[in-house]
């Protein structure tokens, strides 16, 4: 088993170049690692700003400004999508298109993060993050900004699957440079507390695009928009360095990228927690998908009650989540931890159904909003240890990890999303279904094919390249 308390870069004193000059940043200290996972030493060169030898000050502020980097690329596509769902009808009168068709810009951009990723995390892994990265947030923007001033749907639809194709670069890269620079509980640490920056975007997005369209159009949104992306390349390009040494890259075309997913996917353990965490993320889309429906149209609650309960479910899953970060991991392992938040999305899901579907009578809003904060909560122990142990099996292609990852959970995601109003508007059974089988499925998958009991090594040992 890997040291957990170490950085990557810190335990084998990897050499990452800089953006600039492509010289060597040596990792030297010693001490132990700041919570940020930058080395508190006075002799390293922290990660992410240029320069001489550090102060532990600085050390940590490098360390925090890496974070927030990320965490902002992690968060861009949420914005990207729900800061333009109060848009919607406006949208569809401005452009003199049906609903059906304006519905199209929001399939388009999330098939294009999807597929983006299977793109993306290849060419990371071999001509290193930083530029594919840049280049997907150059291509963001100008997709972003025809988005602003598109005159017809059919053109929106296609710049919008454009911007979602170009931002799954912040999505699948930023884990890819989180497996570069972390390792073991240290990396579980970290994408908890990325979990408490982008966790946020959803459930602030459709307020700040609500205000937003008290000063301008809809066409506003997507220039806010644009500048948040201008202001990310920029920052990218100043600080984010590169952490992909070329030495660990990969020299083949297209055919050893997809045979290079293929071995992954061959995995029996990295396949166990990669599907167990996309059927746990499919659970958190249905709530997604049929909370406004299911909360205000069955159980009459209004408009502002809603967004009352989704803040409240989201800010569960990010305290879940900060307590997986900072108080579990390095004390329970992380198949402990993980095993422990799949259990009770299962219990809170059979829960709901039996409420749903009136075994109990009926329950009201209050149970069904119990249950449903229960299940969000539980995410913040199954998405973050799902992740870092399937990682921690990819040392030598984590940028196609990272796709693979990223793509199954869009992909289950949206298949999952549509079943929950399956048997109409008069019913909240369809959700608890789809997310009563896709928990139990999870769990399936993570005790079949991780078999936490018997590969509490083998689990987290480096597939070799």
């Not at 700040?208 to 500048?227: K, N």
């Not at 995410?379 to 142990?389: H, K, R, S, V």
């Not at 292609?397 to 048997?423: K, N, R």
């Not at 998958?445 to 509490?456: D, E, H, K, T, V």
Request: charged fraction near 10%; proline fraction near 5%; include cysteine.
């Amino acid at each position: 088993m890997p040291d957990s308390g170490a950085s990557r870069a810190q335990r084998e004193d990897e050499h990452i170049p800089t953006s600039s000059e492509g010289a060597a940043l040596s990792a030297q200290a010693t001490a132990t690692p700041t919570a940020a996972g930058v080395p508190a030493a006075t002799t390293i060169t922290a990660p992410g700003l240029p320069g001489a030898p550090t102060t532990t000050t600085t050390a940590r502020r490098a360390g925090l400004l890496v974070t927030l980097v990320l965490g902002g690329l992690t968060a861009l596509p949420p914005l990207s999508m729900d800061m333009y769902l109060p848009a919607l009808p406006e949208v569809t009168g401005s452009l003199n298109s049906p609903a059906a068709t304006v519905q199209l810009t929001l399939t388009a951009c999330l098939t294009g993060m999807a597929l983006g990723q299977l793109v993306v995390g290849p060419m990371s892994d071999r001509w290193g993050r930083r530029k594919p990265l840049l280049l997907g947030m150059i291509v963001y923007v100008l997709a972003t900004a025809i988005c602003a001033v598109a005159p017809t749907a059919e053109l929106l639809i296609g710049f919008r699957l454009l911007q979602g194709l170009a931002g799954a670069a912040g999505i699948v890269i930023s884990r890819a440079v989180v497996r570069d620079l972390y390792d073991g509980d240290e990396m579980a640490r970290f994408f908890s507390t990325l979990m408490l920056i982008s966790g946020v975007a959803p459930v602030v997005a459709p307020v700040i695009g609500g205000q937003v369209l008290q000063f301008t159009d809809w066409r506003g949104i997507f220039v806010v928009l644009t500048g948040v992306g201008v202001l990310l390349t920029l920052v990218v390009w100043k600080w984010l360095h590169e952490t992909l040494p070329e030495s660990r890259r990969h020299t083949g075309g297209v055919g050893d990228a997809l045979r290079t997913m293929r071995g992954l996917l061959a995995d029996r353990v990295f396949t166990g927690y990669m599907i167990a965490g996309s059927l746990a993320f499919a659970a958190l889309f249905a709530y997604v998908s049929a909370s406004p429906f299911v909360v205000q149209e069955i159980y009459g609650a209004s408009p502002q009650t809603f967004s009352l309960l989704f803040g409240i479910n989201s800010i569960g899953l990010i305290a879940v989540g900060q307590i997986n970060g900072k108080l579990l991991v390095g004390r329970v392992s992380l198949d402990k931890a993980l095993g422990f938040g799949l259990t009770v999305i299962s219990v809170a899901a059979l829960a709901l159904l039996l409420m749903t579907s009136g075994v109990f009578g009926d329950v009201g809003l209050l149970p069904v909003a119990a249950g449903l904060f229960v299940l969000m909560s539980a995410m913040g122990l199954a998405m973050p240890n799902t992740n870092t142990q399937a990682l921690m099996r990819t040392k030598h292609a984590a940028g196609s990890a990272s796709a693979l990852l990223g793509t199954s959970q869009f992909l289950i995601g949206a298949i999952a999303s549509p079943l929950v109003g399956i048997a109409g508007e008069a019913t909240a059974v369809p959700m608890a279904v789809v997310q009563v089988v896709c928990a139990l499925s999870a769990m399936a998958c993570f005790l079949l094919l991780c078999r936490p009991w018997r590969n509490s090594g083998d689990s987290r040992a480096a597939l070799t390249g």
